[in-house]
């Protein structure tokens, strides 16, 4: 009768025990992260991104002049009020036009030709103070002396050079008061150029307010009589 002898279990080398522990030991640990938190993170961070001003982008050079501040005026405090006194400067002297052609249309002439001596005197460094002498010298055709009036359309002519009124009166003096055909020819001629209806008297009597003796004068020269 055999006897049956219990084999004893194999036993790993100590070799193998070393290897395997080493591989474990090699392994990274990887945390499961849940995919609702990474989203959230991700989230977070796009918000992040978008909420940051441009100048955080922006790479300044360290040796660029600082910026000015927010609040910097270039404009002076003398230079602001120099600008509101001229603004209520130029506000005055229209006011003063609009009256002197109210007073022309209404037939007062000599109201009228104060407000545009007024103007001419006190806002002579204003551009639009040539309207004025225009009026002016008009009304002194009618009331004043023809001969300073013929003068300062001559002088207007020049500095306004293509404002048609200031052609056709002077061209209407010329022919009757100084008796200069051609000359009064080329100064109608640029008139009508610029403007045809300065040839129409109804126009220069009814829509420009002509005074009654210039309009005498005009169609002395259109009728050559």
Not at 116 to 143: C, M, P, S, W
Not at 178 to 190: M, S, Y
Request: glycine share 2%; with cysteine; aromatic share 8%.
């Amino acid at each position: 009768m055999s006897t049956c002898k219990a084999i004893p279990p194999r036993l790993p080398c100590i070799s193998q025990i070393s290897n395997r522990r080493a591989n474990e030991v090699k392994k990274p640990v990887v945390a499961s992260i849940p995919w609702e938190a990474w989203s959230k993170n991700s989230t977070r961070r796009s918000l992040l991104f978008l909420s940051l001003p441009m100048s955080a982008f922006l790479v300044t050079p360290r040796n660029s002049a600082a910026a000015p501040s927010v609040g910097f005026d270039p404009v002076t405090d003398a230079e602001r009020d120099a600008s509101s006194a001229l603004s209520r400067r130029v506000g005055e002297a229209v006011r003063l036009l609009d009256l002197a052609r109210e007073f022309q249309a209404k037939g007062e002439f000599s109201r009228a030709l104060d407000y545009f001596t007024q103007i001419i005197n006190d806002y002579k460094d204003l551009a639009f103070t040539e309207y004025a002498r225009v009026g002016r010298a008009l009304l002194l055709y009618e009331i004043g002396d023809r001969e300073q009036a013929i003068t300062e359309m001559e002088d207007v002519s020049i500095s306004l050079k293509g404002y048609p009124e200031i052609h056709a009166a002077l061209a209407a003096a010329l022919y009757t008061d100084k008796h200069a055909p051609l000359l009064a020819e080329n100064q109608f001629t640029i008139a009508t150029i610029l403007d045809p209806c300065y040839a129409d008297l109804s126009y220069v009597r009814e829509k420009k307010h002509w005074p009654p003796s210039l309009v005498s004068s005009l169609q002395n020269f259109i009728t050559l009589s």
